[in-house]
């Protein structure tokens, strides 16, 4: 069953067209990619699901309600969470703090019970103290609770910030390039945490992603984009073979990869198989 | 059924209920007073003359904000005080001294022309000082920061000056040759007006020119597209900044001597007020945009002249010339609510994204 | 490496003509002649003096931080030289002064600034010291920077009390008053004005040394402090927040009227403070029209309870409280939908036509048969407490500290909630807290709310103090001031807030020559805070202790696993 569904999505901007009439399919607990070069629409389609956008046609229908016209808070409350691209934490919180707001929907105290101290509001903060260890030490950053979250190295803020979309206990979680600006290691225990994801808590996974062996490990179906259309969708397999998302890559002579990737060599290959 | 409802944009609904009192008053004040009509024509003249004086001040100081703006995305909220700054500087050191040599009046043309020199070195210099030991530190700091050191700018300058010539109000000293009125085509203008008036669209037409044709003007245009592209380019982007800030400042202090051509007085506050209502006539021309400075200045000059007595009075508000401030930071409002890009700007928020 | 052994001498000239130009306005400006009657230690050095020359010493002693790598005897040599350059503007202001009538342009180069500046000789010896001078001060400045940092810290903080308690000397001997032990220490220290010398070397060295212990043994007693258990260290706390308000109990029976009065007023600010530290601190929204809350609280007071023409309730303070903070709240709102979606810079500015827009109106013809436009509205009654009229500063003193502990209070249990989460994520990053499911709107209008609530409070208790209220009570140099305040403790702080009002209200009531430069001060602060310690004097650090006892039992359960 689907858990997502666009329908002839189309977001402008002035005389641009950054996403043309798309549409799109994630079926419930899948992995799924979206792919393409820079700026053909990926991050603009992101913005439309969690609501940062209005698409000016078309409707996004999340588990049978549409969606397009509501307020990202919204949105967030009815079980989507993203990642950003550039990770985007509250620098000035601490690990947990960010944390904590996360958790922000699924708590319920008004700000009189807060000044009035009432039990429910004590059990409850206790609750989400509780619950945001509990992400700590699955995102493997027990113990950093204290540190702001400015001052986390790249990888950890990178978890953090997957953390924090956690809390909200997402049904859907959109993970912006979660990988970029990693090396080989760190990819790979991050694939391996993003399956983990899906497998023991069940939520279904959209990324854009720009490593190829990333996208082709990992994902059940992906999506290519160019110029804000959808120009393939498929299998890995079916993806890797297909004339016009091998012209879209190597016709604009960016990333060559796509064809490339099969054949990588075995330096980074046992990191990967291992985790297959 | 249910879902409909969820989706009402309360905060749209209010907005646009604030907006359609406002036309409503504005309506009502204007048809009441045109019926009632307690002014004559030429009573009508004077006011839009008058607006269109004080609206060509507000224009050229207005070009200071949009310039930085621009380049820095900051409020100079010290702007002001630049504009205070150079002519009280002028009219102590000296308009006052040529004034009691006699010379003021039996060379007035070269008189006011050194004044208005002397005004705008001294609002260049404070502004490049400022730009230095306030704003360059904290260019990548966050947003607020720099708008803050502004506004402690702002005040620092302001009681800097009334620490240095006093806190009393000073008198510009008369001209004769702008003492009375000239008529053109059966219309009566002060002649002080007038001055003003021309001497501003001189000035805008300059400015114009500067960025638009001349070589710096291109480098600062660049800046403001893209400061890491224009450093790649080999644009000295802090020598642009401080010729950004001071350009400004040089239109702020030739607007503080028209400005006090046309009070007649100095002091240590007159920056401030008009300072705010110049930023209004940015951001209703269009922050970032010259000829919507200038657009904007005249407009909002104008409709504060008139304002009060063509739909305020309508509404039956004793002393309504009173409020004229008022309405000057409602339309600031308003434009920002309901058109934040602003008459001739382009949309901000696009730009973002 | 090689060239930071060097001493870069044009740097020193640069920085010595920075100097000196420092110093000449100064002198212009009316600074040092105003403060020239305030005597730091009696009959040697003034305030003024303190600020031409402590200018001309810190340049020196930043000059030597520059070079830090250059040789010992050169950095002085540097700061000699910055000191006589920094003396020159001030010497040609000695002789030019009086040959072109300079007074007629600048009304503060009048004789008493020269005969201070040439210490009362004739001009050229006059000039002469004053070169002198100002090249030893320079030195002195590198000589202190070049000091072991050992002895240099206890130096500058023993210099630093001296000048502060030189400064409030007449306040002190007026809190000790003319009995017992008081009148017994007074000369040991105290001059005619300000300190003696013997008084003056007696602080510095009782400072001095205590800094210095302090820095040898602070750590441990620190450290031993940590070491104590959770539950002792919690009693600790505990006691020493009673001592504090035990202390804050009966502060006005030491203090007396005189600054008693003056805390009361540092309390209307200190409540402000706190409100306005929701808004800007927490939730990160720059307010530039705080003032009009303020005033709204204030005119419902005075409309409610006055007794004169325009009361309308007749209304008893009590009563009328929670509708002078209704209407605060109230005004917060609807003054809060229109910026809602106003990005943070704009919002300053259109805050601040706010807050004009209501003392505009407060001005008005418009509004004056309400609310009294210039006239004002008088005869407002004191609150009565139990039949007693509160109308003496001790007594309003209680009214005040009741409504700042409120105000603290709930500033506290709000930080730490769910609220002030949502608004730090908010201030952080507005898309990114919108997109953890935060209702902007909601968030962004109880910052307000409450903000104002505070604000009216505030006013309220004012009017009431007053027992009449003005429009020019209520401009925009009070937005600037708490605004400042807030800066200076440490935005976000709570006692922050409290430092800041201490500071930036309590000293200028204090010394009644501050008034005319309070804003010219404030202007500084503001610029040197932002770029120097933008986190403020006294920055918010309790945070982390609280999660910290969450993560001490954390740790301790992680091996376990």
Not at chain 1, 146 to 164: S, T, V
Not at chain 1, 180 to 195: C, D, K, L, Q, Y
Not at chain 3, 8 to 20: D, T
Request: proline share 4%; hydrophobic share 50%.
């Amino acid at each position: 069953m689907a858990i997502l569904i666009a329908n002839k999505v189309t977001k402008r901007f002035g005389g641009l067209t950054a996403v043309s009439q798309l549409d799109l399919e994630i079926k419930e607990r899948s992995i799924s990619s979206i792919i393409g070069p820079n700026g053909a629409g990926k991050t603009t389609f992101f913005n439309c699901v969690t609501g940062f956008y209005q698409p000016e046609e078309g409707e996004i229908i999340f588990q049978g309600r549409p969606i397009q016209n509501r307020s990202p808070d919204q949105i967030t409350r009815l079980g989507i969470a993203r990642t950003y691209q550039n990770i985007r934490l509250f620098a000035n919180m601490t690990t947990m703090e960010n944390i904590l707001v996360g958790l922000h929907p699924r708590l319920k105290s008004t700000w009189i019970g807060a000044v009035l101290s009432t039990a429910g509001t004590r059990r409850e903060e206790e609750w989400a103290h509780e619950e945001a260890r509990k992400l700590l030490r699955f995102v493997n950053l027990q113990g950093k609770g204290d540190i702001l979250a400015k001052n986390l190295p790249y990888g950890d803020q990178r978890r953090l910030e997957i953390a924090r979309a956690l809390a909200s206990q997402p049904k859907l979680l959109l993970l912006d390039e979660p990988t970029a600006g990693m090396n080989p290691a760190e990819t790979s225990e991050m694939v391996a945490f993003i399956r983990r994801l899906r497998d023991e808590l069940g939520i279904t996974i959209l990324l854009i992603e720009h490593q190829m062996r990333v996208v082709m490990s990992i994902s059940e179906t992906i999506a290519v984009l160019d110029y804000g259309e959808k120009i393939a969708e498929g299998t890995p397999a079916e993806i890797q073979s297909n004339p016009r998302v091998i012209e879209a890559y190597l016709g604009r002579g960016s990333v060559a990869e796509a064809a490339e990737t099969p054949q990588r060599p075995a330096s980074t290959a046992p990191a990967i198989s291992s985790l297959e | 059924m249910r879902q409909r409802f969820e989706n009402i944009d309360y905060l749209g609904v209010i907005l646009w209920l604030f907006r359609a009192v406002i036309i409503v008053a504005v309506i009502w004040g204007t048809i009441a007073t045109i019926l009632n009509n307690p002014y004559s024509t030429e009573n009508w003249i004077d006011f839009l003359v008058f607006g269109l004086a004080q609206g060509s001040l507000y224009a050229l100081i207005a070009l200071g904000y949009t310039l930085v703006y621009g380049i820095l995305f900051m409020i100079n909220f010290a702007h002001g005080e630049f504009f205070m700054s150079g002519v009280f500087t002028a009219t102590v050191f000296v308009a006052i001294p040529l004034n009691q040599a006699g010379y003021l009046n039996r060379y007035p043309i070269l008189s006011l022309l050194g004044i208005t020199l002397v005004a705008m070195v001294v609002s260049m210099g404070i502004a490049i000082l400022t730009e230095r030991v306030a704003y360059r530190p904290l260019r990548r700091a966050p947003r607020l920061v720099p708008l803050i050191t502004a506004i402690g700018a702002s005040f620092f300058w302001q009681y800097f000056f009334r620490g240095l010539y006093g806190s009393g109000v000073t008198a510009f000293p008369t001209v004769d040759i702008l003492k009375g009125k000239w008529s053109i085509g059966g219309i009566e203008i002060l002649k002080a007006q007038g001055v003003v008036i021309v001497a501003s669209v001189l000035l805008l037409i300059g400015l114009y020119i500067f960025v638009m044709r001349t070589k710096t003007g291109k480098a600062m245009r660049a800046v403001a597209e893209d400061k890491d592209i224009a450093a790649l380019m080999g644009i000295d982007v802090d020598r642009v900044i401080v010729i950004t800030f001071a350009t400004g400042a040089a239109l702020a202090g030739a607007a503080g001597v028209l400005y006090a051509l046309l009070f007649r007085q100095v002091h240590f506050f007159m920056g401030f007020i008009p300072g705010i209502k110049a930023f209004t006539a940015a951001v209703l021309g269009g922050i970032g945009s010259v000829p919507g400075a200038a657009l904007g200045g005249l407009f909002l000059g104008m409709f504060e002249s008139v304002g009060p007595s063509l739909f305020l009075e309508g509404l039956g508000i004793p002393a309504a010339y009173q409020l004229k401030d008022v309405i000057a930071f409602t339309m600031l409002v308003l434009v920002l609510i309901f058109r934040p890009q602003g008459i001739l700007g382009e949309r901000l928020a696009e730009k973002k994204a | 490496m090689e060239t930071s052994t060097r001493f870069n001498w044009r740097e020193s000239v640069r920085m010595g003509l920075i100097a000196g130009v420092i110093a000449l306005s100064l002198s212009l400006i009316g600074l040092v002649e105003t403060f020239g009657g305030r005597d730091i230690i009696g009959g040697v050095v003034s305030l003024g003096q303190i600020f031409l020359f402590g200018a001309i010493m810190g340049v020196g002693y930043f000059s030597a931080q520059r070079n830090l790598n250059a040789r010992a005897g050169v950095n002085l040599l540097g700061g000699l030289l910055i000191g006589v350059l920094a003396s020159l503007p001030l010497v040609v202001l000695i002789f030019v002064a009086e040959p072109i009538n300079l007074r007629q342009f600048l009304p503060n180069a009048s004789p008493a600034l020269l005969e201070l500046i040439t210490f009362g000789q004739e001009q050229v010896t006059g000039a002469l010291i004053m070169v002198a001078v100002c090249g030893v001060l320079g030195l002195i400045g590198a000589g202190i920077y070049l000091l072991p940092s050992r002895l240099r810290r206890p130096l500058l903080i023993g210099l630093l009390l001296v000048l502060l308690i030189g400064l409030l000397s007449e306040i002190i001997i007026l809190a000790w008053g003319n009995k017992g032990l008081g009148l017994k220490i007074r000369p040991l220290i105290f001059a005619a004005k300000g300190l003696s010398i013997r008084g003056a070397l007696l602080v510095f060295l009782v400072v001095a040394g205590l800094n210095a212990a302090w820095s040898s043994q602070g750590d441990r007693v620190r450290q031993r402090l940590d070491a104590l258990p959770s539950g002792q260290q919690r009693a600790f706390r505990w006691s020493s927040l009673i001592l504090g308000l035990v202390i804050l109990l009966f502060l006005p029976m030491i203090l007396r009227t005189y600054l008693t009065e003056v805390i009361d007023n540092v309390g209307l600010y200190v409540l402000m403070g706190l409100g306005l530290n929701i808004v800007v601190g927490f939730a990160g929204l720059l307010d530039l029209g705080y003032v009009a809350f303020f005033a709204i609280g204030a005119y419902t007071m005075g409309v409610l309870t006055s007794q004169g023409d325009l009361g309308v309730g007749g209304m008893s303070f009590w009563m009328a409280l929670p509708f002078a903070v209704l209407a605060s709240v109230m005004a917060g709102i609807i003054l809060g939908v229109p910026v809602l979606r106003m990005r943070g810079d704009y919002l300053a500015i259109v805050t601040l036509g706010f807050g004009e827009i209501i003392r505009i109106l407060a001005l008005s013809d418009f509004l004056a048969p309400v609310i009294g436009g210039a006239q004002g509205i008088l005869k407002i009654p004191k609150a009565r407490i139990g039949g007693v009229e509160l109308v003496a500063p001790e007594q309003l003193y209680y009214l005040i500290l009741g409504a700042c502990l409120i105000a603290a209070y709930v500033s506290w249990r709000l930080r730490d909630s769910r609220l002030g989460r949502q608004w730090m994520a908010m201030r952080e990053d507005e898309d990114v807290a919108q997109a953890m499911g935060i209702d902007l709107v909601q968030t962004k209008l109880l910052a307000f709310a409450i903000g104002a609530a505070f604000s009216g409070m505030s006013g309220a208790i004012f009017a009431s103090k007053l027992s009449s209220i003005f429009p020019h009570s209520f401009n925009l140099l009070i937005s600037i001031n708490v605004l400042s305040l807030i800066i200076l403790g440490g935005i976000g702080s709570l006692p922050g807030v409290v430092v800041g009002a201490l500071i930036l209200v309590g000293l200028p009531e204090l010394l009644r020559e501050f008034a005319e430069y309070r804003l010219l001060m404030y202007g500084a602060l503001l610029i040197v805070m932002m770029i120097v310690r933008p986190e403020g004097f006294w920055p918010e650090a309790t945070r982390k202790r609280e999660l910290h006892g969450y993560e001490e039992l954390e740790a301790k359960a992680v091996p376990a696993e």
